[in-house]
């Protein structure tokens, strides 16, 4: 879209990329809630879920390609964020951990897939989400582990502080647990997934304007043109990243929920 | 473990410090807008930073 309209007004003054270019028209006229984000998300899911399913369908001692790939990445969430983090209880979250790391990581990579190209978080309702459902988690766990009164009791009143200090510092726990943890962690996933966006845009268009201008535009649009290629792989490791840490943060989170102490 | 309970450690620092900012900023911000004055807002940022440290030292320093 974005690319045609810039190619169409050739020679004229370039209009670098903003946040109205995340803002895409539903692809069918009258249908308004069916947009690329959306048959994104879909998209994703549905690749998730036939990529595990079929590399574990045929499972066997000795693995095929396909089941080797598949118990990589879920040895990796289980390892790394699962067992180390959570400890001998893992098992139970695990379910719910392997869904977000690849579900995050595929929406993510979407961003630099040739067609695709847009990361579905750019969108900040689905980051929302996201934090949403993990917020539900982690203080569920917290509860059914704790009984809620001494888990509210747990984070609004840490022990040994002289009374009159709790009207300073139980707002900054509530804030804390209900509103600052949820928040960042979509923010984060929403800004960086937004950002990186952007900045592909503006080198990759940016160059692609001053390629056809005159031959000093030539050269540096062939310069830009270099750094969008080179920033999309530095994209590729944000992406992987913030898949990562988004998955992390939920299972210390449940961690923090699960321990007997504060 | 113990690279894991540091990684744990610094975001709760961060959504302390965060926080009290947040909060007690707001509050004074609002605060500055009901009684037309203009310093409550720098009141409570100190207030919440401080906060934010004090139970960052209650959680991790003592």
Known sequence: MRALSVFSAKGDEFVPPSSVDFVLPPIFENIPFITKPILLVLLSVLLVSLFFSLSARKAAVVPSKFQFAGELVYGFVRKDLGQEILGHDFKRFMPYLFSLFTFILTNNIFGIVPFLQFPSFSRISFAYVLGIITFGVFHYVGIRKQGIKKYVKDIMFMPGVPKPVYILLTPIEIATFLVVRPLTLSLRLFANMFAGHLLLMIFILGGEHLLQGAIAMKAVGFFAFGMGIALTFFEFLVQCLQAYIFTLLTALYIAGGLADEH | ?62
């Not at chain 2, 450690?9 to 605060?31: E, N, Q, R």
């Not at chain 2, 009684?35 to 401080?50: H, R």
């Open chain 2, 1 to 62: 473990m113990s690279k894991r309970s540091d990684e744990s450690a610094i975001w709760t620092i961060l959504g302390y410090l965060l926080s009290g900012l947040l909060f007690w900023g707001g509050v004074g911000y609002f605060a500055d807008r009901f009684f037309n004055t203009s310093y409550l807002t720098l009141v409570g940022i100190l207030m919440g930073m401080g906060g934010g440290l004090y139970l960052v030292w209650l959680r991790f320093g003592r």
